[in-house]
């Protein structure tokens, strides 16, 4: 994943400048960097932080002032778990935060399962997703917070 997602931010940040785009008026919306699923290794939050910031001052300008995660495929407290590690490791030169789908939908719409009666938690298990995921955008989310809920 490290070496794939390195050359194709290298090409993409050379064509950009090619074509003379303005940098700080971009986001950039990728991976993390995980172990491949092939290879049967789970990446500990720790390992996915490091090799995704390795990765950006490697690969992405610090003119580029955001970059929103995908989830990727991650299950739900996995993806907060990687984006909170990812933010304590900081200072970064980007503003990082989260663009999830199913990360965040997941939960909720099993909450709700289509029923009428089942709106208000389906709303509050996605209330609950938006606000740990950011407080991982702040680096300031726990497991213990999600037993809270």
């Given at each position: 994943?490290?070496?794939i997602s390195r050359a194709t931010l290298t090409k993409l940040y050379d064509e950009l400048?090619?074509?003379?785009?303005?940098?700080?008026?971009?986001i950039l919306k990728p991976n993390?960097?995980?172990?491949?699923?092939?290879?049967g290794?789970?990446?500990?939050?720790?390992?996915?932080?490091?090799k995704t910031i390795k990765l950006f001052r490697e690969a992405v300008p610090?003119?580029?002032p955001g970059i929103?995660?995908?989830?990727?495929?991650?299950?739900?407290?996995e993806a907060t778990a990687n984006l909170n590690a990812i933010n304590a490791i900081g200072p970064h030169p980007w503003k990082l935060t989260f663009s999830y789908g199913r990360a965040l939908?997941?939960?909720?719409?099993k909450a709700w399962s289509g029923k009428a009666s089942n709106v208000a938690a389906g709303q509050a298990a996605f209330t609950h997703r938006a606000h740990m995921?950011?407080?991982a955008a702040l680096g300031q989310w726990k497991p213990s917070l999600e037993q809270a809920a």
């Open positions: 994943c490290y070496e400048y090619a074509a003379r785009v303005v940098l700080e008026g971009t993390m960097v995980l172990a491949g699923r092939k290879s290794a789970v990446s500990s939050p720790e390992e996915v932080a490091q610090a003119a580029v929103a995660f995908l989830s990727g495929g991650q299950e739900d407290e939908q997941a939960a909720p719409q995921n950011h407080l």
